[in-house]
């Protein structure tokens, strides 16, 4: 019995495509849209760009571009970790923040059903708290039999306060429910082989380990052990993810960008955002992707937004990412995309088929206002709201583009991670930046550190107690 990723007519009917007709002058308009020879134009720079990430591959830096089809022992491992260990584990419980929490969530809300935890299946409730608030995680350890629970704890750098406090928090937890001997059941660490406290901390308790290859940065690591681990205790099939990516790494590997789908949207975003458009939109038209909105937002934001060059010149570059959900935007931020200032691009998703559809009954045939609905289905109307959307912004000279998946499975999620990643990769070339570092984020983090009296970080300390004092008179 053969996997259907690997029948070429299956994988080819579930190519994804970027519909990119309405960034173009053509539809839009000359004073908003971009003119086909601005691309042609772009090719110089694009082939330095493509050539700058070929370089740092080679040289090792850029591991995203090695996962989809360099982890068949990784997988081995996964899948039978997860296979010996499914059964026992009523709840599954990812302690992890950002890169190492967001793409796990868009997996979960792509590929399981929407009511998982609630629906009795033989894969176990998945819980992704994603954040420090109190009230939600001790009532998530309190919800929970932790007899039956499961913590992967995953940072790469196995010292983000975040995930290390909800550890030690939920560590403490299950000594008092299992004693300290069967505690090494219950958690897995998921962090870097070589460095990290994580990592010894993992090793002192006999913890399972899986590693984040070094060379993965954590907003490009869903298709590592971040991603797989969970996605193979909840029942996702993740050589079939894998095998989405590696797809879409063959469709991205030209340098051409008139047939390389991330590098024709990243470029025209580029475009856009030289043009004044500097707000980019993602828009997907299915409830089941929109975490993975989110996950891109983090992915386009931490990315692209830098202060400074490669060559260190101050120029603080970087498009406002911002996830929208059609339908139900249409009835909140669609206002402001219709009529607001012209400083957007909107990437819807379109979804062509749905797992299952719901018909509305012929009912109220007299009520007019009502009866249009009668026997149309529920994806027909989703469909037809983002076609109607999609052309009410073009004949506003809006600039939009559609990336159209087939249908939403593990293939369609690899190759939408993966186009993503490197689409993000060719913008970050294009705007000669450094894609893969946060050092916005880290400042954060070490005043954070010097407060909580971490060592080495006295200085941070100082200088965030001496910051200027707020005034009582704008405090109203
Ligand atoms: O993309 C990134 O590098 C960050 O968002 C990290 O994933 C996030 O800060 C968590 O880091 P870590 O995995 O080291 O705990």
Known sequence: MGARYKDKNWKDAMRVRIDVNNMFEEYIGEKHGIKPEEVDEMAEKIKKAHQNINKQHTEGKLGFIDLPDSQNEVVDEIESYA???????ENFVILGIGGSALGSIALQTALNDAYHNLRDTDAPNIFVPDNVDPERFKSLLETLDLKKTVFNVISKSGTTAETMSLFLIAREY????VGLDDLRNHFIATTSKDSGKLRVIAQREGFKMFYIPDNVGGRFSV??????????????DIRELLAGAAYMKKLCSTPKVWENPAYINGTLQYLAYQKGKKMSVMMPYSHSLKDLADWYRQLWAESLGKEKSRDDEVINVGPTPIKALGATDQHSQAQL????????????????????????PDLYEDIEGVSYLRSKTLADLLKTEKRATELALTERERLNATII??????????QLFYLFEMQTALVGE?????????????LGKKYTYGVFGRNGYEDMKEEYYNRPNKKGKYII
């Open 174 to 177: 299950v000594e008092q429910e």
């Open 83 to 89: 296979k010996e260990n499914r059964q026992n584990v």
């Open 430 to 442: 294009l705007f000669n930046i450094n894609a893969y570092n946060q050092p916005g984020v880290e």
């Open 337 to 360: 995309y219709m009529e607001g200032p012209y400083d957007k691009v909107v990437n819807f998703i379109e979804v062509e088929e749905f797992d299952t559809d719901l018909q509305i």
């Open 405 to 414: 998946v087939p249908k939403v499975n593990e293939f369609t999620m690899g």
């Open 223 to 236: 298709l590592t052990p971040v991603g797989l681990v969970y996605a193979a205790f909840a029942g996702i």
